[in-house]
């Protein structure tokens, strides 16, 4: 007993050299050696050494140091310790976790178990220790949190067998361990505001601060425990429950942030995991339903958007992964839609953007044709493609029919809003706009304004292929009504800019319609001669403007009458372009094509200042228009 003392005497003396940065160098590299020697040496003594020096009695910097020892013993020399040692060393830690535990220290020990066996010998002690006080069930709380984490994070001293028999071990505790962690929420939440209610605010953080490290301990396990067992213990219900508080929900967020994406498993579980994944939409969808319902009527400050900013990432994880698990009731999958719809619509940017990510691959899922599965001798499966793909279909098509003409034509005009960067608005349509914030260089985390653009374009040609007649109605009429108030608009540069985006929307809308892979792409189809007589009626009503008469926002400190042709015959060319022979005989026939060259040889005969200069104009390309009818 006393050579341990004077081991650890001299060990102290050792770490006091090496930080304190006015010993001299051969001293220090003096003490570093010793040190080494006593890591490197007899394990026993290691322990016994270290063991010492953890004690309160020393100062933080020695315990630090000797904290650190135990750690190496446990990650790389515990093998050389027998099974009596190895328990001997665990239950002293558990004790000495009750001994350091002080409101004013930070100190917690890391300890690795050594097999099932060790496990359970000393859970007991455990349970005991986090019924003393909030301090201790904190301390609890982490070493049920570091556990897990080992598994999740890379170790070299715990790979393969010994990862494995770890995770198996904590695989058959969670009977325990799940349970103690919903009694150690549901105790200290309680106590928390019980204490806060009687004004003792000290005690009242300590229970506060076990509730969040229990949070994070849940959070460990929320990634690979199986999600009908944190259902069962009541984890999924106790975070849940968090949610309504200000103090703990955005630690809750991240146990649901983990979960929502989880992937059904193939095996007899399933069922219970759609029970347990319903409950979790649930949970999303009456926080989503209370946050829209108050955005909607009054303003919300930045830390509730920051809290919906959680709940949209996890419904839209939920939506993209495991929709299947509430799309059997038609009344629970229509207010999800909806709710998705009203992020989708938010005002503000960060919750769109994070609903249009949802829609696109809802939108990519129900469009996209079936894959045949072909065998290595090159053999189409039938029987395995009429099963399942016919399957596929049919759950595909119910949950189409709940994306109704109401909410394509929603998607559509935010779609159409927000193809706009908020630099290139005018103030006085800016302010039209109301709250509502486009795309601005001031935010980041998003990417690049043309992602952006090409993710809203990209939902706009799958709108389109869904609702044709919709989307074709909507952008003509989109078009028709900018250009008609631009003559009224007190800075037309600025207003064109809606024009120019409107552009690429019409593109998209006329290719998805016309590409021939859906169903109406037959010549003789009523729809397809439905959207023919649609866009020839776009193309009449712009044919029918004076585009060489000054009202057309005529600038004469800007180039507006010359940019807004630009913009109308862009129109002409990229539906001429996409539809190809599909429209242009119903122009022919029509009139409409007399009406172009007409128009096309108006411009002609302007000034030549009065043109756009440059081989790209696009009015030298009406006349060639016209000639392919002729």
Aim: glycine fraction near 4%.
């Amino acid at each position: 007993m006393e050579e341990s003392a004077n081991i650890a005497n001299n060990v102290a003396r050792a770490i006091t050299a090496v930080i304190d940065w006015s010993s001299p160098p051969d001293a220090r590299k003096a003490a570093v050696s010793f040190l080494e020697s006593v890591k490197s040496g007899d394990v026993r003594t290691l322990a016994s050494t270290s063991f010492i020096l953890v004690k309160k009695e020393w100062s933080s910097e020695i315990r630090l140091h000797a904290f650190k020892l135990l750690q190496h013993l446990v990650r790389l020399r515990w093998e050389e310790l027998g099974l009596v040692e190895q328990r001997n060393f665990a239950n002293l830690a558990v004790d000495l976790m009750s001994e350091v535990a002080d409101p004013c220290e930070e100190w917690a020990l890391k300890i690795r178990r050594e097999g099932l066996s060790l496990w359970q010998e000393l859970f007991p002690s455990l349970v005991s220790l986090s019924n003393n006080g909030p301090i201790k069930a904190e301390l609890v709380s982490m070493m049920l949190r570091w556990l897990p984490e080992d598994i999740t994070v890379h170790n070299e001293d715990l790979e393969g067998d010994r990862r494995r028999i770890l995770l198996r071990g904590l695989t058959q505790s969670l009977p325990e361990i799940l349970p103690l962690l919903y009694t150690l929420l549901e105790r200290h939440f309680g106590a928390a505001l019980n204490e806060a209610v009687r004004q003792q605010l000290d005690i009242a953080k300590q229970h506060a601060a076990t509730v969040t490290s229990t949070l994070n301990a849940i959070t460990a396990y929320a990634e690979w425990a199986p999600l009908p067992d944190l259902a069962k213990y009541g984890i999924i219900h106790g975070c849940g429950f968090l949610l309504s508080s200000p103090d703990f929900r955005l630690h809750a967020c991240e146990f649901f942030k983990l979960v929502s994406p989880r992937k059904r498993p193939a095996d007899e579980s399933a069922s219970e995991f759609d029970s347990a994944m319903g409950n979790i939409f649930q949970i999303m969808m009456n926080v989503s339903r209370d946050f829209l319902y108050k955005s909607s009527s009054s303003a919300v400050d930045d830390g509730e958007v920051e809290f919906a900013e959680y709940i949209c990432e996890s419904m839209v994880s939920l939506g993209s992964t495991n929709l299947q698990c509430i799309s059997v009731d038609g009344n629970i999958l229509s207010v999800y839609l909806h709710q998705m719809l009203g992020y989708f619509q938010h005002f503000r940017l960060a919750l769109h953007f994070q609903a249009l990510l949802f829609w696109l691959a809802l939108m990519r899922d129900l469009l996209s044709k079936p894959r045949v599965a072909v065998h290595a001798t090159g053999d189409v499966s039938v029987n395995s493609l009429n099963s399942t793909s016919g399957q596929a279909d049919n759950e595909k098509k119910k949950i189409l029919s709940f994306v109704s003409d109401d909410m394509c034509s929603a998607i559509l005009d935010i779609c159409f809003q927000r193809l706009l960067r908020k630099e290139k608005l005018s103030a006085e349509t800016a302010l039209s706009l109301g709250p509502l914030e486009l795309w601005s260089d001031d935010f980041e985390g998003k990417g690049e304004f043309s992602q952006y653009r090409s993710r809203l374009l990209e939902l706009i040609r799958f709108i389109s292929n869904h609702k044709p007649l919709m989307a074709a109605t909507k952008v003509s009429e989109r078009i028709v009504v900018i250009v008609k108030s631009l003559p009224s608009s007190s800075t037309p540069a600025k207003d064109l800019a809606i024009l120019e985006s409107m552009q690429l929307a019409l593109e998209n809308v006329v290719v998805a319609v016309f590409d021939g892979s859906n169903e109406f792409g037959g010549s003789t189809s009523e729809v397809h001669l439905a959207l023919c007589r649609i866009f020839e009626g776009l193309l009449q009503e712009l044919l029918t403007l004076k585009w060489t008469a000054p009202m057309l926002v005529e600038d004469p400190s800007t180039n507006s009458a010359r940019h807004a042709r630009l913009q109308i015959c862009t129109s002409f060319i990229r539906i001429a372009k996409a539809a190809d022979k599909s429209l242009l005989p119903h122009m022919k026939h029509s009139g409409s094509m007399q009406l172009l060259a007409d128009r096309a040889l108006a411009i002609c005969k302007l000034p030549q200042q009065e043109k756009l200069s440059g081989p790209a104009d696009p009015v030298t390309h009406l006349i060639p228009l016209h000639s392919r009818l002729i």
